[in-house]
């Protein structure tokens, strides 16, 4: 069973100086958030919110404006207090941790990127990098060859005498990556990071962010308000709404099953051909089958791209296997245009 590094149960923020008065009248009469606001002049920020992060996952929390996806990040190092709930990391109950190991947490165990980096701007790249590290009292040796090499992992080289004001948007926020990789975290928190970057320049830090995160298998929570990006690069997405989350899944899961028409809404759009696999559309097989030993043979991890690509050099059905290469299912062309047109079939 893969170990969960992050785990929240029924966290609740209510933002406002009767908070206490509004959480319990919460549990006692169900008031809704605009009731909370009303009668409190309280705001609720996040909602009996629950989930569960495993190692090596990137987590993403996805959601407009005010969902309440940035204020819920900030509960994991604890930035913000919870009203209610729980939450534990690395096996920790941050709500148990005094001053001194909270920030033992935040400095070598917890790292975080926000959307605006606040880079030093009187140090250097590498003096930048290296801070954390000058916060827990590493010699100078040790910071710049750490930094060194946190450079090297976001094709930093060669710049590591420039100041922030020298670089591009891009280049800053990659020294806001190698900042946090520095103190070796075994969890990195990134409130949308890339959100304020050029849509060539995003896309080449998040592939560059997903294959570092791969190599050094690092658990992340990943906020962002674009679907596109949250499907690119989590392993599984939380929807939020109105401080609540409405759905967890796979970006397939998503896709493909809606909770509810809010996440409709926000998927519609959506392109399925790299997203829905042959596992999620095949039917069965049938002793009533016709003679398949002629039909192609394809995993059932192959999406709808590479169905495709199949289905156009044959006139028999696909036989799907499993990772034992044992036949588990067929697709035929009528099967593969449902999958297409509405992602399962």
């Excluded at 996806?69 to 207090?81: A, D, F, G, Q, Y």
């Amino acid at each position: 069973m893969t170990e969960e590094v992050i785990t929240l149960q029924n966290v609740w923020k209510i933002f406002g100086s009767r908070d206490i008065e509004a959480m319990k009248a919460i549990e006692s009469r169900g008031l809704t958030k605009p009731e909370v606001l009303e009668e409190f002049s309280c705001v609720v920020g996040i909602a009996d919110c629950s989930f569960s992060v495993k190692r090596g996952e990137i987590f993403c929390v996805m959601g407009l404006s005010g969902s309440g996806k940035s204020t819920m990040v900030r509960h994991l190092n604890r930035l913000i207090e919870p009203t209610a709930g729980s939450i534990s990391v690395l096996g920790k109950d941050m709500m148990k941790l005094g001053g001194d190991a909270l920030r033992e947490m935040r400095a070598k165990h917890i790292g975080m990127v926000f959307q605006h980096m606040a880079l030093l701007p009187h140090r250097t790249v590498l003096d930048n990098v290296g801070f954390p590290l000058q916060i827990r009292g590493e010699p100078k040796s040790r910071r710049w060859e750490i930094s060194q090499k946190c450079l090297e992992m976001v094709d930093l080289v060669g710049y590591e005498d420039r100041f922030p004001r020298e670089l591009s948007g891009g280049m800053q926020q990659r020294v806001g990556l190698a900042r946090a990789l520095a103190s070796d975290p075994e969890v990195l928190l990134m409130d949308e990071p890339f959100s304020a970057l050029d849509p060539l320049i995003r896309r080449q830090l998040q592939e560059q962010f997903m294959a570092l995160s791969a190599e050094l298998n690092k658990t992340t929570v990943f906020i962002t308000h674009d679907l596109d990006e949250a499907i690119r690069i989590g392993n599984r997405i939380a929807i939020m709404k109105d401080g609540r989350i409405v759905q967890i899944g796979t970006p397939e899961e998503i896709v493909t099953n809606p909770a509810d028409d809010y996440v409709r809404d926000f998927v519609e759009g959506i392109s399925k051909l790299k997203l829905v696999f042959a596992h999620s559309i095949m039917q069965p097989l049938e002793s009533s089958d016709s003679d398949l030993s002629s039909s192609p043979r394809v995993h059932h991890g192959t999406d709808l791209d590479q169905l495709i690509d199949v289905a156009t050099t044959t006139e028999h059905p696909i036989v799907i296997q499993d990772d034992n290469n044992q036949d588990v299912g067929v697709i035929s062309k009528s099967t593969l245009l449902k999958g297409i047109q509405g992602g399962k079939a």
